[in-house]
């Protein structure tokens, strides 16, 4: 199951999902990848210019293919330690370093010596590690484009827990997208509708306690 989700106010909206199992694999060689281009055409035509953002088990080459045939705009979280290399136009390997307290960007490299990227790193403060990103964006976009999709997290852990959507059991393709849709529909309308009801309690929402602690320079924690 792939989900879509755009982030709202530390969590987010679910708004579309596409499955495939391994029966539907099976049916040939290039199964896969007649499934991922289907659902990121679906995609384009929902989200038309707006980047999507993914963690890195989206760095297969022919995902990235399929997103670049669709046009689409997009970022994908890099694991620097798998050993992944990219390539300038010379076909010389452009090593990722980077020190605490960095930043760096890179234009126009070849990932796996393939399929041409930009790449942007930072190394914050208070971080064990370096955060790496991909994209056919401005490198200068990337990083900030990839960190609105933390607030998605939140909503994959309750759409598991607190809705049990790991453990449907429809044995259908036809029941199970029923079922998942009714799930990320309830979810989606229950945040917004929750969002709503702590304004009328409380007054103003999270993006203007931020605005107000960032005047006051205090931290803000989403969630």
């Known amino acids: 199951m792939v989900v879509f989700a755009q982030p709202y106010r530390g969590r987010a909206i679910p708004f579309h999902f596409g499955i495939y199992s391994e029966s539907t694999l099976n049916k040939g060689v290039t199964s896969r990848n007649l499934e991922w281009r289907e659902l990121v055409w679906e995609i384009k035509e929902l989200v038309d210019e707006t980047p999507l953002v993914f963690d890195r088990e989206f760095s297969a080459q022919k995902w990235l293919k399929a997103l670049e ?26 090593p990722l370093l980077l020190e605490k307290g960095e930043k760096r960007n890179l234009r126009g490299v070849y990932y796996r010596g393939e399929t041409k990227v930009n790449v942007a790193s930072v190394w914050r403060k208070g971080c064990r590690e370096p955060l790496w990103v991909m994209g056919n964006l401005p490198p200068d976009e990337l990083v900030e484009v990839y960190e609105e999709r933390m607030k998605i997290e939140q909503t994959f852990k309750d759409s598991k827990s607190l809705l049990d959507l790991e453990k449907v059991m429809s044995k259908k393709r036809g029941q199970l997208e029923i079922v998942l849709a009714l799930v990320l529909l309830a979810y989606g309308l229950g945040l917004m509708i929750g969002e709503a009801a702590r304004d009328e309690a409380y007054g103003g929402d999270d993006d203007d306690t931020a605005q107000e602690a960032e005047k006051k320079g205090a931290p803000h924690r989403e969630g």
């Open 69 to 94: 045939e669709a046009e689409c705009k997009w970022a994908v979280r890099l694991n620097a330690k798998s050993g992944v290399k990219f390539f300038d136009e010379e076909g010389e390997e452009v």
